[in-house]
């Protein structure tokens, strides 16, 4: 499957009111990253990019479930939807072992994927962890009838700079991956460079700081968002450029 840039052209009527359909059910998915790990914070403050996320989604009206079997960052104010399934210190091979029974317990309609920064600490640059993990997710589909809509990301950089090449061949080995995965549902989301992340956006050496949370949340909303529907229609730019 190749990478795509694609080019909304839309010019709604405003506000135009669109049929009420079932809310999309989105899993977020990944490692510490996707948890919400940002230096000494307490765990029912740790959101990372999530609550940002839900708070672009909902004030733009679409209508959407997170859905996971843990809940962190139930202290955050303003309150958002707390559901994920983020695991600190986990391979792609580890979140592999454990798909399947989440996807059957939760039914996402839409996966957003970021994961393989524990992989570049264990396995440098493999991908065999992420083409496991895909497998998994494709079998549940056969299984169940039942589509995912996936958004996988490039992971972010490190500002280690033996970590930092490790990250580049994974990324790179992964965009290989899904070229080579042409029907499966998967569109490739640029985190390490396209969504404005540099080392000052790190707390640590792998772990983003707020404001690289905020930037992660603007990358995952501006891919997912044409997967949504509305409950109502704001008015757009007439053309809008994003790139995948």
């Given at each position: 499957?190749?990478?795509?840039?694609?080019?909304y052209?839309?010019?709604?009527?405003?506000h135009?009111?669109?049929?009420?359909?079932?809310?999309?059910?989105?899993?977020?998915?990944?490692?510490?990253?996707?948890?919400g790990?940002?230096?000494?914070?307490?765990?029912h403050?740790?959101?990372?990019?999530?609550?940002?996320?839900?708070?672009?989604?909902?004030?733009?009206?679409?209508?959407?479930?997170?859905?996971?079997?843990r809940?962190?960052?139930?202290?955050?104010?303003?309150?958002?939807?707390?559901?994920?399934?983020?695991?600190?210190?986990?391979?792609?091979?580890?979140?592999?072992?454990?798909?399947?029974?989440?996807?059957?317990?939760?039914?996402?309609d839409?996966?957003?994927?970021?994961?393989?920064?524990?992989?570049?600490?264990?396995t440098?640059?493999?991908?065999?962890?992420?083409?496991?993990?895909?497998?998994?997710?494709?079998?549940?589909?056969?299984?169940?009838?039942?589509?995912?809509?996936?958004?996988?990301?490039?992971?972010?950089?490190?500002s280690?700079?033996?970590?930092?090449?490790?990250i580049?061949?994974?990324?790179?080995?992964?965009?290989?991956?899904?070229?080579s995965?042409?029907?499966?549902?998967?569109s490739?989301?640029?985190?390490?460079?396209g969504a404005?992340?540099?080392?000052?956006?790190?707390?640590?050496?792998?772990?983003?700081?707020?404001?690289?949370?905020?930037?992660?949340?603007?990358?995952?909303?501006?891919?997912v968002?044409?997967?949504?529907?509305?409950?109502?229609?704001?008015p757009?730019?007439?053309?809008?450029?994003y790139?995948s």
């Open positions: 499957m190749d990478q795509r840039i694609e080019e052209n839309n010019n709604p009527p405003l135009k009111k669109v049929s009420k359909s079932r809310k999309k059910n989105i899993m977020l998915l990944g490692d510490s990253i996707t948890y790990s940002s230096g000494n914070i307490p765990e403050l740790k959101h990372g990019y999530r609550n940002y996320l839900y708070y672009e989604l909902k004030d733009d009206n679409y209508s959407f479930n997170f859905v996971g079997s809940s962190t960052g139930s202290a955050v104010s303003p309150s958002f939807d707390t559901h994920h399934e983020g695991y600190p210190g986990f391979t792609s091979n580890q979140i592999s072992s454990r798909i399947y029974s989440l996807l059957q317990q939760n039914r996402p839409i996966i957003l994927l970021h994961i393989g920064t524990n992989d570049t600490r264990d440098g640059s493999s991908i065999d962890g992420l083409r496991n993990l895909l497998n998994k997710i494709d079998q549940f589909e056969s299984d169940y009838n039942h589509h995912i809509k996936i958004f996988l990301a490039k992971i972010i950089r490190s280690n700079s033996a970590r930092n090449t490790h580049v061949n994974f990324n790179a080995n992964l965009v290989n991956l899904v070229n995965r042409g029907s499966d549902d998967i490739i989301v640029n985190m390490y460079s404005g992340i540099t080392n000052e956006d790190l707390i640590d050496y792998l772990h983003p700081t707020d404001g690289g949370y905020r930037k992660m949340a603007s990358k995952w909303f501006n891919s968002r044409h997967s949504l529907e509305p409950v109502t229609q704001k757009q730019s007439p053309s809008n450029l790139a």
